[in-house]
C-alpha cells in the first residue's frame, strides 16, 4: 500500500507541459537564437535612449562638417569630424543618432507589418485550407483580387485619402503582406487536414474552431517562420523604397533605407555613410534569421 | 561446395547524437544456392539493417565490421563499382512499399528494363520482350499495355509483382525479400507469396526473406533465424524452429500469431440494438479525366445493413477498397451518407440537431497509430482533448486526474504525458489511440484496423487490451480488419464485405467452420498459419488479379456471373441458418 502511495505521488509531480513551453524551454537553450535576440534587444535599446544619452539631435545641421570622417577614420579624408564616433552626413548632422533612429522606423515597420501579416495571414489561410470547398474559393479568389493591385498605385491611394502619415505605412504594407502568407498557410493546410490526427480530433469532439488553433496552426509553424525570417529584411527594404518616392518617411525623420541609399550615393567619397547603416541593417537581419531558425526547431519535437 | 551468402561476425553500429546504437551484433549466417531463409523478428531488431549493410547500403553514419562472403568472394568493403554489379545481376532486393520504391514519374516499362540493359547488355527490343515474359511470369493480366503505365496507375499488389519481376529479370542468384507482404492485403499476400514459391522451385532462386510475421515464413522457409534486439537468438530448420522452438522469445513470437482454430467468444448479444443501420449507402463523385468529364458516383458503401447490441463485437472483414473504412466513418458522422439510415439508442442520428454532443458516445480508434496523433502535440494533451471539447465544464483537475487513470489503464506511464508521439513504439501510441477513445466512457467502439500496422506480439497485446477493456465497460465493439485471423479473436458476429455490400454476416463460429461464400472462403485460405508442414500441404482457393473497379457497374457480379445479363442486380442476403446471412451466388 505503501508502494501504491508513493508512485502515485510521484506521478502526481509530473506536471503536463504543452508545445509552447517545450518550445520556449528549446529555444532558451538555443545559444544563435539567443544571440540574436540579446543583440535585437540591444539595438532597440539604443534606438528608443538615443536622444537622453547624445550630444547631438538627429536634425542638427552643421555646415561646418559636412560629409566629414570621424576621428578614427584609418584612411585619408578631407575633413574629420572629431566627437562624432560614425562621422557625418551631407549636410552636417550627426551619423550615429541618425541611424538610431533610422532603427527606430525600420524596426518598427519590419515587426509590426509582419506581426499584422502573420496574424491576418495564418488565421485566414488557416481558414480557408481547412474549409475548403466553395469557401476556400471565394476566400482565395479575394486574395488574387487584392494582390492584383499595384502596389504603388495602392499606397498613392490611401495618402490622398488620409493624408501622409507614418500607421499609414504599415496599414499598406501590411495589407499586401498578408496576402503571400495566406496563401503558404493555406497549402499547408491542405496537405495537413487529410492527416488521420485531424479526423481524430473531430472524432473525438473537437470543433472547427479548436482543430484550426489546436492542431494546424502548430503544424503549419515551419514553414512560417522560414517565411517570416525572410519578410523582415524584405520589408525594410520595401519601406526604404516607398519613402525613395517620397511615399514614406519625410525629411527630417529617416529610416536605414533611407541612409543606405544616400550612403550608395556618396559611396566613393565618404564610405561612412553607407558601412554604418548597412552595417547595422546586417547585424540585425543576421539576428532575425537566427532568432527565425531557433523558433522553427523549438517548435519542432522532433528535434531536441 | 562453398555457400552462396556466407556472413561471419557481423556487426553495423550508427552513430547518433546520443552515441552509438549497435544495431547487429555478432550475427553469422549462410545461405546455400537455391535455399530460402526466413529472417524473423519485431521492428527494430535489426533484421533489415542486417542485409542492407551486407550489400553496401548502409546509411552514412552506419559502420559495418565482419565478413561477408559471396561466392566465397568478400564483398564487405568492395569498390562501389563492384557492389553495383553485384547488386542488380546476382543479389536483388524487395522491399516493403511498393509504391515508394518505385520511381513515381517512369513507365513500368523503362524501370523494369533499366537494370537488364545495364547488366546484360541487350538491345532496348530485346529487354521489352524480356520484361513481358517477366510480367507474364508474375501473374501481371495485360503485360504488354502494364509496360506502358505509371506505377500509380497500378494496384498495391501489382506494383509488388512488379518488384518482383524487376528483381528477378537479370536472373539473380540470391533474392532479398525485406517484408515483401507487410503493406498488402492477405489474399494478395498469399499470391505473392505463390509467386515467390515458383520463383524458388522452378529458377532455383534462392531468398532471404525477412518478416515480423511468422506465418509469413512458414510455408515458404527451409531454415529459419530469429532475431532479438540486433541478435540471433535461434537458428534452425523450419520444422525445428516451428515445432520445437529453444528460446522463449521464439515461442513468444508463435504464440503471438492467432490462431485459425481459436474459439471466439460466445454471443452475449440480448435486448434492444444500441445501433442500428439500416441500408446505409456513401458514394463519391468522381471526374472523368479532361474537361467535360462526365461526373460519376463511385459507390463505397452501397447498401448495408446491421445491427449492434451492447456488449457485443462485430468484425467486419474485407479488402482494401471494399468500403469498410468508408462505413465506419459514415456510421460514426464523420463523412455524410447518401442514403440509408442510422439509428443510435432508438433515435435516427439525422434527428440530432448537434451530433457534437454525442461524441462521448462513440469513439473511434485508427490504423496508424502515429499518423492519427498531433506530432505536436503531447501524448497528455491528446488523451484528455476530447474530455476538454466534449465536457468544457470540467475543472482541469478532475481532467488530469481521468486521463492519468485512463493512462494507467491501457498500460502507458502517466509519467510519460509530456513524451511526443516519435518518441513512442507504435504499440505505444496505439495504446495512447485507445485511451484517447475511451477516457470519454463510450459505448461503442469502432477500431479500424487498430492493429493492422503492428508487429504481431505486438497486435495480441492490443487486442488483449481491447477485450479486457470490453469485459470492463460493456463496451460494443465494431473491429474492422483485413485480416480473418484478427478478428476471430474478438467477434461475436463477422460481417465479411467485397465492394460496398455484405457478402455474408454470420456468428463467428458458423463463419471460420461453415463458410458459404466463395468470397469468404478465398479469405479464409489466405490465412496464413504457423505450421510449415500445412502451409506447404495447403491447396488455396486463390483469387486471381485484383478487386474489380467499383465504377464498374458489373463488378458486383464477380461471383454471380450468371445475372451478369442485368448490370443493375445487387446480390440478395439469404438466410441459411439461424443469423447466418450469405449472398446469393453461382
Known sequence: MIATGQTLKAVEEVKGRSLWVDARRRLLRNRAAMAGMIILALITLLALLAPFFLPFAYDEINYDIIACAPNWWPAETVCRAPGHIFGTDGVGRDLFVRVLFGARVSLAVGLVATLVSLLIGVLYGATAGYLGGRIDGLMMRIVDVLYSLPFVFFVIILMVIFDRNFILLFVAIGAVEWLTMARIVRGQTLSIKQKEFIEAARAGGVGTPGIITRHIIPNVVGPVMVYVTLTVPGLILTESFLSFLGLGIQEPLTSWGVLISDGADQMETAPWMLLFPALFMAVTLFSFNFIGDGLRDALDPKDR | ?586
Open chain 2, 1 to 586: 561446395m562453398s555457400a552462396l551468402l556466407e556472413i561471419t561476425d557481423f556487426n553495423v553500429h550508427f552513430a547518433l547524437a546520443d552515441g552509438d546504437v549497435h544495431a547487429v551484433k555478432n550475427a553469422s549466417l549462410t545461405i546455400q544456392e537455391g535455399e530460402c531463409l526466413g529472417v524473423v523478428g519485431e521492428s527494430g531488431s535489426g533484421k533489415s539493417q542486417l542485409f542492407l549493410a551486407a550489400f553496401g547500403l548502409l546509411a552514412a553514419n552506419g559502420r559495418a565490421t565482419g565478413s561477408v562472403k559471396y561466392r566465397g568472394e568478400e564483398i564487405l568493403g568492395a569498390s562501389p563499382e563492384r557492389l553495383n554489379t553485384l547488386r542488380g545481376s546476382g543479389v536483388t532486393m524487395i522491399f516493403q512499399d511498393p509504391l515508394t520504391s518505385l520511381t513515381p514519374h517512369l513507365k513500368v516499362g523503362a524501370q523494369i528494363t533499366e537494370a537488364l540493359m545495364l547488366h546484360r547488355k541487350i538491345s532496348r527490343a530485346e529487354a521489352q520482350v524480356r520484361a513481358r515474359d517477366m510480367l507474364d511470369y508474375v501473374r501481371i493480366p495485360e503485360s504488354a499495355r502494364r509496360l506502358r503505365q505509371y506505377p500509380h496507375e497500378l494496384s498495391g499488389g501489382m506494383r509488388q509483382r512488379v518488384m518482383i519481376a524487376m528483381a528477378t529479370i537479370t536472373g539473380p542468384d540470391l533474392i532479398i525479400a525485406d517484408e515483401p507482404t507487410t503493406a498488402l492485403d492477405v489474399t494478395v499476400q498469399a499470391q505473392i507469396l505463390e509467386i515467390l514459391r515458383a520463383l524458388k522451385n522452378e529458377k532455383q532462386t534462392a531468398i532471404a526473406m525477412v518478416s515480423h510475421d511468422m506465418g509469413v515464413i512458414a510455408g515458404l522457409a527451409d531454415r529459419v533465424q530469429v532475431m532479438r534486439h540486433g541478435e540471433i537468438v535461434e537458428s534452425g530448420n523450419a520444422d525445428e524452429i516451428f515445432y520445437a522452438p529453444k528460446h522463449d522469445y521464439t515461442r513468444l513470437l508463435l504464440a503471438a500469431i492467432p490462431k485459425a482454430d481459436e474459439t471466439p467468444p460466445p454471443a452475449t448479444a440480448i435486448g434492444a440494438p444500441l445501433l442500428a443501420v439500416e441500408e446505409l449507402k456513401v458514394s463519391f463523385p468522381v471526374k472523368d479525366k479532361g474537361l467535360f468529364g462526365k461526373t460519376r458516383q463511385l459507390r463505397a458503401v452501397d447498401g448495408i445493413s446491421f445491427s449492434l447490441h451492447q456488449g457485443e463485437t462485430l468484425g467486419v472483414v474485407g479488402e482494401s477498397g471494399c468500403g469498410k473504412s468508408t462505413l465506419a466513418r459514415a456510421v460514426l458522422q464523420l463523412l455524410p451518407k447518401s442514403q440509408g439510415r442510422v439509428v443510435w439508442l432508438g433515435r435516427d442520428l439525422d434527428a440530432h440537431a448537434d451530433i457534437r454532443k454525442l461524441r462521448e458516445e462513440f469513439q473511434i480508434v485508427f490504423q496508424d497509430p502515429l499518423a492519427s496523433l498531433d506530432p505536436r502535440m503531447p501524448i497528455g494533451l491528446s488523451i484528455a482533448e476530447p474530455l476538454k471539447a466534449l465536457e468544457p465544464h470540467l475543472p482541469r483537475e478532475t481532467v488530469r486526474g481521468r486521463a492519468r487513470a485512463i493512462m494507467q489503464r491501457v498500460g502507458l506511464d502517466p509519467a510519460w504525458i509530456n513524451r511526443y508521439p516519435h518518441e513512442l513504439s507504435g504499440g505505444q501510441n496505439q495504446r495512447v489511440g485507445l485511451a484517447r477513445a475511451m477516457i470519454v466512457g463510450p459505448k461503442m467502439l469502432v477500431c479500424d484496423e487498430a492493429v493492422s500496422a503492428l508487429d504481431v506480439s505486438i497486435q495480441a497485446q492490443i487486442v488483449e487490451l481491447i477485450r479486457d477493456l470490453q469485459k470492463e465497460t460493456g463496451l460494443a465493439l465494431i473491429f474492422i480488419s483485413h485480416d480473418l485471423s484478427v478478428v476471430r479473436r474478438l467477434s461475436h458476429r463477422v460481417m465479411v464485405l467485397y465492394l460496398g455490400r455484405v457478402v455474408e454476416l454470420a456468428p463467428s463460429a458458423m463463419l471460420y467452420t461453415n463458410p458459404r461464400h466463395p468470397y469468404t472462403r478465398a479469405l479464409l485460405s489466405a490465412v496464413l498459419s504457423p505450421d510449415p508442414r500445412a502451409e506447404r500441404a495447403k491447396k488455396r482457393e486463390l483469387l486471381t488479379g485484383d478487386l474489380p473497379s467499383p465504377l464498374d457497374p458489373r463488378a458486383q457480379l464477380t461471383f454471380l456471373k450468371s445475372r451478369l445479363g442485368e448490370p443493375d442486380y445487387r446480390p440478395k442476403l439469404e438466410q441459411v441458418a439461424t443469423g447466418h446471412w450469405v449472398a446469393e451466388h453461382d
